[in-house]
């Protein structure tokens, strides 16, 4: 009977691990020791500047894998992993939804939920990351305030979310107006060099991208790196976090935290990996995200929004 016990007991921890991992890329239901469903929702403004068809593909393609290999069988249809913003923060504060792939934005507004020690974080975010503002060296651009009337083109993609924040809150600290007065234009591209290149040739005044595709494209062409300069630097921010409410189990928690950071070790789960332009997920403290935070609830009053609850 001690045998046939811990073989039970094997196959029930297999089963639960198992169905932790595909329900940390699927909104299914994940049931711990206490049997208590944990379900998982991703944003769908993680996915700025990305084709939502690869995403969805890429997950269901993990999902099947993932089932296959723990499981031996088909994993089931699932549901709509990637909910709207409102939908999101909505089914979080109604407990529908017990971890959440989120903006820094929509997590400002859920923080007296969110479970403090338990934020997953792609690794080249858990730092935080810079925004730039670039000009072209033969400009008569010194600072910021000599923006007024330019026309400026940004990067269109997931890491940026924050931009609009950034943009806000620097024109405010310099005592100018929000972007929308001050800047005569302001388009976006998905493609780093559409963003870069025009301001190379002269077709636009300014670019707004991450520090590190600057970096990446001056690798790329070093002409950039001699004929363009930075104009201003945001502080480090990280835009996008995977949380768990505060009163999910801890031993789904745990296994959901294992899983997505041992995602690119299938190679169904490399696919997501390269999706999100990431090596892999790291654990941190909420507290990382404090930087970040205080510029959104600036970013919140400036615009006359509703700063949400500041807990966690």
């Not at 507004?109 to 060296?137: C, F, R, W």
């Not at 077709?203 to 991208?209: E, N, P, Q």
Request: proline share 5%; aromatic share 6%.
């Amino acid at each position: 009977m001690k045998g046939s016990d811990k073989r039970l007991t094997r196959r029930q921890c297999t089963s639960m691990l198992a169905t932790a991992l595909a329900a940390s890329l699927g909104p299914r239901f994940c049931r711990a020791a206490s049997d208590k469903p944990l379900r998982v929702a991703i944003s769908a403004d993680t996915l700025a500047g990305a084709n939502v068809n690869d995403a969805r593909a890429a997950y269901r393609v993990w999902l099947d894998q993932v089932a296959r290999q723990y499981i031996h069988q088909t994993a089931e249809p699932v549901p709509e992993i990637f909910l709207p913003s409102e939908e999101i923060i909505r089914d979080v504060r109604q407990g529908t939804v017990d971890c959440y792939g989120v903006t820094a934005l929509e997590l400002a507004k859920l923080l007296d939920l969110t479970d403090p020690n338990s934020l997953v974080l792609q690794d080249y975010l858990a730092d935080g990351m810079e925004y730039i503002l670039l000009v072209h060296n033969s400009s008569q651009f010194k600072n910021v305030a000599d923006l007024k009337n330019a026309r400026i083109v940004s990067h269109l993609h997931r890491d940026m979310v924050l931009r609009p924040a950034w943009l806000s809150t620097m024109l405010a600290a310099n005592n100018l107006p929000q972007p929308d007065s001050f800047f005569a234009s302001q388009k976006l591209s998905d493609k780093v060099n559409q963003v870069v290149l025009p301001v190379f040739f002269h077709r636009v005044d300014a670019a707004c991208l991450a520090r590190r595709d600057w970096e990446t494209a001056v690798e790329l062409n070093p002409q950039l790196g001699r004929d363009l300069r930075l104009l201003a630097v945001s502080p480090k921010v990280i835009p996008i976090a995977f949380a768990f409410r505060r009163n999910t189990s801890a031993d789904a928690r745990k296994a959901l935290i294992d899983a997505i950071q041992g995602i690119n070790k299938m190679t169904a789960g490399q696919q997501i990996v390269e999706l999100y332009q990431s090596r892999a997920f790291v654990q941190r403290p909420i507290s990382v995200m404090k930087p970040t935070f205080e510029m959104v609830r600036q970013f919140e009053r400036l615009a006359g929004q509703p700063a949400g609850p500041r807990k966690g």
